[in-house]
């Protein structure tokens, strides 16, 4: 069982930078694919990013490649997302999502991870 807590989020001005944090509670969170995931009012659930249990490989969702960088320090059982250059519509609520060992071709699958945070809100005014 992998407990997951995200914290880092808040209310913004366009162009702002946040950066939300994802601590996990298992002893091998060195092993899991982690992602993040957003929802907004009305949407489905979208990828944002995710980063290998390795820290080796990364993937992006278009709407964010160049602005945000996911990374992780498996040594303080985290993964991180830095967002830059925020926009409005990068307003939602923003999940942290773990599953052990989740191969490259499966990053951007909700359905695919097995444990999920509870979330932090962005919120970005223009």
């Known amino acids: 069982q992998v407990q997951l807590v995200e914290s880092g989020g808040g209310l913004v001005q366009a162009g702002d930078s946040l950066r939300l944090s994802c601590a996990a509670s298992a002893r091998t969170f060195s092993r899991y694919t982690t992602g993040w995931f957003r929802q907004a009012p009305g949407n489905e659930r979208e990828f944002v990013a995710a980063?290998?249990?390795?820290?080796?490989?990364?993937y992006y969702a278009n709407s964010v490649k160049g602005r945000f960088t996911i990374s992780r320090d498996n040594a303080q059982n985290s993964v991180y997302l830095q967002m830059n250059s925020l926009k409005p519509e990068d307003t939602a609520v923003y999940y942290c999502?773990?599953?052990?060992?989740?191969?490259?071709?499966?990053?951007?699958?909700?359905?695919?991870?097995?444990?999920w945070g509870q979330g932090t809100q962005v919120t970005v005014s223009s």
């Open positions: 999502a773990a599953r052990a060992m989740l191969p490259y071709s499966a990053y951007a699958r909700s359905y695919e991870y097995d444990y």
């Open positions: 980063i290998s249990w390795t820290g080796t490989n990364t």
